[in-house]
């Protein structure tokens, strides 16, 4: 399963990267403004220093909700960088741009999914990734990973290429349940991918091999 860094926090990106196990980046307009990071130019040149980072995907996100709008953003994002995938949100006016896009070899992350019809359609328009928000669902007491796993099934029986990246994660478990049901990739916090390596036995044992060092070579 490929892990993707949900976030815009440039230090959290590379904190990341830095552990070697970092194979993208997801963006979306509200992590982008919890950063600070306002206006045009700013929000194109934050990407390009996101790019510069990881060596991966990184999604970033239209904002118009019309068709030629989307065009227009989308040739614009994609042009900033090679790894940049172009984000679009599941309406009909998304189907369309992703299936433009998909003509065009330009990457698409169909963002804002909640149903499998959903990531029916958006498979059938050829996005790259479809993007179910596992934590929001779980938020409205609806199970995400139910969702995950229908999807799983739906694009097995047709073998269809879109990739299943698991959003709106917020805790290890959930990265273990989407490895488990078989998600292509999540995207998730730092703190969600850092408390996988934790383990209070770890702790204790490394602690104890430490101290059992130190005393035999006094
Ligand atoms: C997906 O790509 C979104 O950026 C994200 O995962 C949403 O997560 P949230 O529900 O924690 O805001």
Known sequence: ??????TANLNDIK???DLGILDGVTTNPSLMAKEGI???????NHYVAIC???DGPVSAEVIATDFEGMVREGELLAALHKNIVVKIPM????????????GKGIKTNCTLIFSAGQALLAAKAGA?????????LDDVSTNGLELIAQIRTI??????DTEILAASVRHPMHIIHCAEI?????TGPLSAIKALAKHPLTDLGLQQFLADHAKGNK
């Open 1 to 6: 399963m490929k892990f993707f860094i949900d």
């Open 15 to 17: 904190e990341a990267n």
């Open 38 to 44: 306002t206006g045009e130019q700013n929000i194109l």
């Open 52 to 54: 510069n980072i990881v």
């Open 91 to 102: 309406i009909p006016e998304g189907i369309k741009a992703i299936k433009y896009f998909s």
């Open 128 to 136: 790259t990734y479809i993007s179910p928000f596992l934590g929001r």
């Open 155 to 160: 694009y097995d029986n047709y073998t269809f």
């Open 182 to 186: 078989g998600s292509d990739v999540m």
